[in-house]
Nanobody, 115 residues
Framework: QVQLVESGGGLVQSGGSLRLSCTAS????????MGWYRQPPGKERELVAD???????NYVDSVKDRFTLSREIIKNTVYLQMNSLKAEDTAVYYC?????????WGKGTLVTVSS
């Protein structure tokens, strides 16, 4: 089981920015994918962005041009830079990593955007 620890959530005003971090207990270059999901209040969990082992990124349309997924391999950490935040971005954000076809999830970090 791989441990994933998220940080960086909090309360921010609409239009503001936050950076989420996710540190893995295993080499992230050995993961098939690393990414971020979110679960808004009363809704299902959804993909926000993910990155392949080779570094290709994929974003849900609603966050394109506002969010950026990156990684720092030496720290086994992935980041989600979130700019121009909107009230609808309010959610618990979860880090997910896939190693050997097994999903590993963090416990989540809450992002609240006030309008």
């Amino acid at each position: 089981q791989v441990q994933l620890v998220e940080s960086g959530g909090g309360l921010v005003q609409s239009g503001g920015s936050l950076r989420l971090s996710c540190t893995a207990s295993r080499n992230i270059l050995s993961a098939n994918t690393m990414g971020w999901y979110r679960q808004p209040p009363g809704k299902e969990r959804e993909l926000v962005a993910d990155m392949s082992r080779g570094g290709s990124t994929n974003y849900v349309d609603s966050v394109k041009d506002r969010f950026t997924l990156s990684r720092e391999i030496i720290k086994n950490t992935v980041y989600l830079q979130m700019n121009s935040l909107k009230a609808e971005d309010t959610a618990v954000y979860y880090c997910k990593g896939v190693w050997n076809a097994m999903n590993n999830w963090g416990k989540g970090t809450l992002v609240t955007v006030s309008s």
